[in-house]
């Protein structure tokens, strides 16, 4: 093989060019080989200072997982450790990982992810709505009480984003929402503990 592939990990890896021999990563987004490579090779001191490049040796790679449904991870495993790759694309994940079990001999299976694992993201979201709501309900209270909220200092833009909306939505009008979101979330927790979602690691 020899493809780019766009990737989207948050303040990291935008592309992968993967190649017979190694997983080439570059923190810049790039559409073809040609200009991946350029990109790559660039050892100008601009480049060094803005670029972070990182290099696989398929050899090393021991196993990789993502998960059986809308898989957007690949857990790539290797000699010194292992990394995620988030694909823009679910089509190029199933691409690079049936190329690399191939070319390193690795048998699928499927595994349910851990408890823990499976309610984290909901758990953090209903955490974070119940933290939300309580902050917004009790600037709604303030204002309907006829006070006001003080928005300097620092992160004001997002004070005031807060106080504008715990404005509009009255005390009434923030449990609504609070209860609504964290009844979504409750409930992806409650069936993720009920059928734990699937991986599909390839060993």
Known sequence: MNKVFALENEKSWKSV???SERLYLINKSYDSVD???KGYSDTGIGSKLLKSRKEIDLFDISAIEHAEKD???LVVFYQAGKITLTFKNP???AEVAEYLAAERNLAPSSQQVGTMKAIQSPLIGLGFTILLGW?????AQTLEAGG???TSGRRAWLKSLMATAA???GTTGVLVLAVVVGAAFAYFIYRNLQQPPSKIRYA
């Open 17 to 19: 060019h993967v190649t």
């Open 35 to 37: 200009d991946f490579i």
């Open 71 to 73: 898989p957007t991870d």
């Open 91 to 93: 089509a190029d994940l």
């Open 135 to 139: 902050i917004l309900y009790g600037e």
């Open 148 to 150: 006001t909220i003080d």
């Open 167 to 169: 404005e509009k939505l």
